[in-house]
DNA sequence: GTGTCATGCGTAT
DNA sequence: TACGCCTGACACG
């Protein structure tokens, strides 16, 4: 159940392992056998993650393309490595580390070209903090008319955010998730970025979503918040806002549940 | 056991 | 807007 965070993560825990390493590579689950024939005994070169994308370069240029989608997950597994699960769509291994993959929405093997395309279709990446992300950001949210809680989760605009940190950052930033992206007020927009920026690089070392000040809940250490007191906004229809007390609701939004405090991020008349 | 939902996204209608 | 894909956790009977 990956945001962007999750590659980043899997990019730097992953590539420690096996950078620079000759991998045998195999597909219990028969999916991806081809391409694991294609990249085995090859040596992989970088695993490089962009958005919720992740890609791994082989020295022969044939590249992996990973999107764990809702439902994929990376396991790390060590000596002696257990029985791979039935649904194992790929296992890349070296002696002594395996990393184990079920579930993904796509593991294809592409060229360098076809690379460029996906990463062609993605907005700037918070992790990455290109020096021009608050102004592409801006410039693609002044165009659009759909609401800003429809933006936010589009790839182009900015590649990596999810259902969690949409909530979560519109709470932070007070907007209303119903505010059409093109009537965002001067700032606002390149707050949603640094905010991406900030947030999303606390949750590629942590290994999970918490935005809440630890202060604000009468916490020690943001280590110590929980996914019960991590987070303002999202699943926590019903509840009280951390701030002010009201109750948090929630709509639809393309097939898509988003949640907000209708005192702090208060519907704006246009 | 069955049904529903979920941190996602592409394609068809 | 609906459906398909991929899987696991949880609620319900």
Redesign the pocket.
């Known amino acids: ?3 962007g965070h ?1 590659l980043h993560r899997a990019a730097r825990l992953q590539g420690k392992r096996f950078n620079g390493k000759r991998l045998w590579a195999e597909s219990p ?1 028969g ?1 991806f056998a081809d391409g694991a024939a294609r990249v085995d005994g090859q040596v992989l070169e970088t695993i490089e993650a962009r ?2 994308h992740l890609f791994y370069r082989f020295e022969q240029g044939d590249v992996i393309h990973v ?7 990376f396991q790390m597994q060590t000596p002696p490595f257990p029985e791979p ?1 039935a ?1 194992a ?1 790929l296992l890349l291994s070296t002696e002594s580390d395996r990393v184990h993959l ?4 796509t593991c294809a093997l592409l060229g360098p070209s076809e690379v460029d395309d996906v990463m062609g ?1 993605l907005g700037p990446d918070p992790i990455l903090a290109p020096r021009d992300g608050a102004d592409r950001v801006a410039k693609s949210l002044v165009r659009r008319s759909i609401p800003i809680g429809a933006a936010l ?1 589009d ?1 182009k605009v900015l590649a990596g ?4 940190y949409r909530s979560e950052f519109l709470f932070m930033t007070g907007i209303h998730p119903f505010t059409p992206a093109k009537e965002l007020a001067e700032g606002e927009p390149e707050a949603l970025w640094d905010l991406a920026v900030a947030q999303l690089k606390l949750g590629e070392r942590s290994g ?2 918490v935005t809440v000040d630890p202060a604000e809940v009468g916490v020690a250490k943001r280590s110590d918040l929980t ?1 019960a007191n991590g987070l303002y906004a ?2 926590r229809q019903g509840e009280r806002c951390r701030r002010c007390d009201d109750l948090i609701t929630s709509a639809d939004i ?4 988003v949640w907000w405090c209708p005192t702090c991020q208060p519907e704006r008349s246009g």
């Open positions: 159940m990956p945001e999750v689950q999916r958005g919720k999107h764990l989608g809702l439902f994929g997950k699960s649904n769509r079920a579930g993904p929405t279709r989760l790839q955010l999810g259902n969690v999970r979503i996914r999202y699943k393309d097939g898509r549940n």
